[in-house]
């Protein structure tokens, strides 16, 4: 599972920088196309949920997600493993 | 997000401010209803007018935005008349306490089946800023320039006093425990009140020298004392610390209640 943040939901209270006991959302420094400075994952993979989840079958903390006022954190499906393709634009 | 299949999509985001609390409130709630495997189509959502009651406009299940003070009047209406439906209520420390204070007591008097989820920030947040009957004592609002002079309404123990058959207090920073308690409260036949102390970032905490949101959670679980723990120290006879308020299972009981289905 990979943790994401809805950019366009995102008011950037930065609750989820309190509450993540991995202090893997950090408060971010770039305003984005809606005017909000939203925080910014550092090195998500870490997340009890990312990992585990799929392994129990239910949610695991969960904290950022539950306290997120607006609705903006969720986990997407991601296939482990799975090789990125780069592309380099010249 | 939580509870994807009980938010209205194309409303989010809501009009909250930045951090206001209100938003986790929903969260939990929502999460509380999705636990408690409720139907959409079987689950009515009820609210009075402020911040707080906004909410039912996110969620997709039938719902009445009523008067101000009123919610709960129209929701044992709703139940009276269809008591197969299972009816939520989201209030304010204004709408719930100062206007609709009668509705409010006499809900609990008749113990009708529902649950009541207050969020109180302290403040009438809609409005502007003005004190409210759970402002804390001392505190700045537009019409307490000089600091609250008079005592709050502890809404969690007025419930209890008036007879409703569950009541518990948490804040919007105990979030798996406002969880469990919203989800107890629906398990229990009869009125369920739920008190979840909240921030107001724009209208209670620029006034009150709580300008950021993480100040302000701070400001809620440092304040927030286990009843467990004001019982231990009352039989000790210890001094409770000031501005602290309870946090917990504050009754659950079976006192006769009024349009429980059978
Ligand atoms: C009959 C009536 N009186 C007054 C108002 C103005 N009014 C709107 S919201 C509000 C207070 C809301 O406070 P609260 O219930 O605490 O909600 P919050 O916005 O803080 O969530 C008031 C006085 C009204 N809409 N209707
Ligand atoms: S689920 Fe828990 S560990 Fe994972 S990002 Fe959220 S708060 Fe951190
Ligand atoms: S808690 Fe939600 S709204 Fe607040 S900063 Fe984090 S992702 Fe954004
Ligand atoms: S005014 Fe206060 S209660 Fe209303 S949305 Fe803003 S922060 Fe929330
Ligand atoms: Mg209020």
């Known amino acids: ?90 | 997000m939580i509870a994807p299949d009980w938010f209205r999509d194309d409303r989010l985001p809501h009009i909250y401010c930045t951090g206001c609390g209100n938003g986790t409130i929903i969260n939990c709630t929502l999460a509380g209803v999705e636990e408690m495997g409720w139907k959409r189509n079987e689950t009515v959502f009820v609210s009075g007018i402020g911040c707080s009651s906004r909410a039912p406009g996110y969620i997709l299940t039938d719902s009445l935005h009523t008067t101000h003070g009123r919610a709960l009047a129209f929701a044992t209406g709703v139940k009276m008349a269809r008591p197969d439906l299972h009816v939520v209520v989201f209030t304010g420390d204004g709408d719930l306490a100062a206007i609709g204070g009668n509705h409010f007591i006499h809900a609990c008097r008749r113990n009708v089946d529902m649950t009541v989820v207050c969020m109180n920030n302290h403040i009438y947040g809609m409005t502007g800023g003005q004190g409210s009957p759970t402002t804390p004592p001392g505190a700045i609002s537009t019409t307490t320039p000089y600091g609250m002079s008079e005592p709050a309404f502890d809404l969690a123990e007025l419930a209890v006093a008036a007879g409703a058959n569950y009541v518990a207090r948490w804040t919007s920073y105990h979030v798996k425990e406002l969880t469990k308690a919203v989800v107890a409260g629906m398990q229990t036949p009869g009125l369920a009140f739920i008190e979840a102390r909240t921030q107001c970032p724009t209208n209670y905490g620029r006034h009150n020298k709580l300008r950021s949101v993480p100040a302000m959670i701070e400001h809620l679980r440092s304040h927030a004392m286990l009843v467990q723990k004001r019982d231990r120290l009352v039989a000790e006879g210890k001094p409770i610390p000031e501005g602290t308020f309870t946090v917990g299972e504050l009754v659950r009981r079976s006192r006769p209640a009024m349009g429980v289905q059978r």
Not at chain 1, 36 to 62: F, K, S, W
Request: charged content about 25%; aromatic content about 6%.
């Open chain 1, 1 to 90: 599972m990979k943790l994401v943040i809805d950019e366009s939901r995102c008011k950037g209270c930065n609750l989820c920088v309190l509450v993540c006991p991995y202090g893997i959302f950090r408060e971010g420094t770039e305003l984005n196309s809606r005017g909000i400075v939203a925080p910014v994952l550092d090195r998500p993979e870490r997340c009890t949920n990312c990992r585990l989840q799929a392994l129990y079958g239910r949610m695991l903390c969960g904290v950022c997600h539950m306290i997120c006022p607006d609705q903006a954190i969720s986990w997407v499906e991601e296939k482990p493993f799975e090789p990125h393709k780069v592309e380099v634009e010249f």
